[in-house]
């Protein structure tokens, strides 16, 4: 976390070094625990450089500081490549940075550079459930049809989430439902749900003693976290 609020407070600098100059700035943040620390890293590094700062922390989900962003409610916020490209730009060809990039000027938004970490999803269960079933990998999935999942809302509506998943795994399960994320970790340790949607970077994988599935057929991209700005 020190490496990364150094490089945060770098790439801060530098993003509005480059841009007009302005008295005031607003920072946005999704509605996760490491979405607000970001915002509120940034809020603070620019708070030292004599401008105003607003941290509007969980203000919604990705669509939500898309948005926002857009409407020039808010000037930066942090973002994934991966949900860029699958959620935001609904363009899966678009692989590397310059792609990006060239992408996000058509709507004057600027990205940064990495900020150094990938948070990518991933599908976890409690261990003892999936040793029990002898479940390690996402393929492992498709022979347990009656598998209680329980995903955020966010990825049950989202482009690159439960139903793309179930698509490209050919997933059988029906008893599927949308929860709020923090719901979702306690439903699995009361034994309610059997898996859910994980951010890798989750600190909540192993206070619960969650596995993180494999996923072996290569379905999820990097989601490299970064600055989206105008």
């Known amino acids: ?7 945060t407070l770098l790439l801060a600098c530098t993003v509005f070094a480059a841009a007009p100059l302005r008295a005031e700035i607003c920072v946005g943040s999704k509605q996760f ?7 509120e890293i940034v809020a603070q590094s620019i708070g030292h450089a004599a401008m105003t700062v607003t941290h509007r922390a969980e203000l919604g989900g990705t669509r939500t500081l898309w948005g926002a962003l ?4 808010i000037d930066i916020y942090p973002e994934y490549t991966g949900t860029i490209v699958q959620e935001i730009l609904g363009h899966r060809a678009l692989t590397d940075a310059k792609a990006i990039r060239a992408a996000l000027a058509e709507y004057d938004v600027r990205m940064s550079a990495p900020l150094g970490f990938n948070n990518t999803y991933a599908v976890g269960m ?4 999936a040793e029990q079933l002898n479940i390690r990998k996402l393929s492992d999935l498709v022979s347990h049809p009656k598998l ?15 139903s793309g998943l179930a698509r490209h795994y050919g997933l059988p399960q029906t008893d599927v439902r949308g929860l709020d994320h923090d719901l979702a970790y306690r439903g699995l340790e009361a034994g ?13 994988i192993r206070y619960y003693d969650l596995v993180v599935l494999e996923d072996d057929r290569h379905y999820f991209p990097a989601y490299d976290a970064v600055w989206l700005y105008r």
């Open 1 to 7: 976390m020190h490496k990364c609020a150094a490089v």
């Open 33 to 39: 625990t490491e979405s607000v620390i970001l915002g």
């Open 70 to 73: 857009l409407a020039g409610d």
């Open 126 to 129: 409690r261990r003892v459930r």
């Open 148 to 162: 209680r999942l329980g995903f955020s809302s966010e990825f049950m509506d989202r482009a690159d989430g439960w």
């Open 192 to 204: 309610e749900i059997d898996a859910t949607d994980l951010y890798a970077t989750d600190a909540e």
